[in-house]
C-alpha cells in the first residue's frame, strides 16, 4: 500500500524557522507536493518537486530526495498567518493516465506571537 | 480566473437519505477530481474524470456512490443511501495539463455529516 507520514502538529515563534519532514513509501512516484490549508477552505498547491534537491519560492522551500523517500517543507520568517495545515501528497503514475494523489495526514503549524 | 466551486458548502442528512454534491471546475480543465478527507484521516482520492469519461474510479468506496460529468463541464456526486460512515469533506479539484503541471486547484470543499 501507500504510506506518507507527517508529523500531526508543530508549534514555532512568529520570525523563527520551521521545518515539515515527510517519508513516503509508494509504488510509483511522479512527484511530491505540498499544498497550506487553512480550516474551512480549499487545499492551495505551495510546491512541486520531481527531482532531487532544494526549490526555493520566497518565505517556502521543499526538499525531495527520491532514494530516501524524503522531503520536507521549510517556513522562514513565520508569520501568524502561516498557521494551517500543511498536506504532503505524492503523484502517483499509474499507467499514461493516472493523474492521482496520495496525501499525509497533514501537520497543524501553529504560529505564536 | 474563477475558482474551483463547489455546492453546497454544508450539508446535514439522515442516514438512509439521498444527497447530491456538485463541483463546477475552473473552465477549460478537462481534467476532474473527487476526494475525500473523513474524520481523522488524511484526504483521499475518489475518482479522475477527463472530460466527460471515468479514467480512475479505483477510489470509489462502494456502489452507493455515483460521480457523473454531463458534457465534461460540472460533475455530481450523488450518496445514496448515506451511511453515518459517510460523513466528511469532500473535496472537488481541476486541472488542464493530465500528466505534468504543477498541481491541482482545489475547491473549498463540501461538509457532509450524516446523522
Known amino acids: 500500500g501507500q504510506n506518507i507520514d507527517q508529523p500531526t502538529e508543530m508549534t514555532a515563534t512568529e520570525g523563527a524557522i520551521v521545518q515539515i519532514n515527510c517519508t513516503y513509501q509508494t509504488s510509483g512516484f511522479n512527484g511530491l507536493f505540498w499544498y497550506q490549508q487553512h480550516a474551512g477552505e480549499a487545499p492551495t498547491f505551495l510546491s512541486y518537486n520531481v527531482l532531487d534537491g532544494l526549490e526555493e519560492k520566497g518565505r517556502f522551500s521543499s526538499f525531495l530526495s527520491r532514494s530516501k523517500g524524503y522531503s520536507y517543507l521549510l517556513l522562514k520568517e513565520l508569520q501568524m498567518k502561516d498557521s494551517a495545515s500543511y498536506l504532503c501528497a505524492v503523484r502517483l503514475m499509474i499507467k499514461a493516465a493516472g493523474n492521482k494523489l496520495t496525501f499525509g495526514g497533514g501537520t497543524r503549524v501553529l504560529v505564536k506571537p | 480566473e474563477a475558482g474551483v466551486t463547489q455546492f453546497p458548502s454544508h450539508s446535514v442528512i439522515e442516514k438512509g437519505q439521498t444527497v447530491t454534491l456538485r463541483c463546477d471546475p475552473i473552465?477549460?480543465?478537462?481534467?476532474l477530481y473527487w476526494y475525500r478527507r473523513v474524520m481523522g484521516k488524511e484526504i483521499k482520492f475518489l475518482l479522475h474524470f477527463v472530460k466527460e469519461s471515468k479514467q480512475d474510479e479505483s477510489g470509489m468506496p462502494n456502489n452507493r456512490f455515483l460521480a457523473e460529468r454531463t458534457g465534461g463541464t460540472y460533475s455530481t456526486l450523488k450518496v445514496q443511501p448515506a451511511e453515518l460512515e459517510d460523513s466528511g469533506v469532500y473535496f472537488c479539484a481541476s486541472s488542464r495539463d493530465r500528466v505534468g503541471g504543477y498541481g491541482y486547484t482545489f475547491g473549498s470543499g463540501t461538509r457532509l455529516t450524516v446523522v
Open positions: 473552465s477549460g480543465h478537462d481534467n
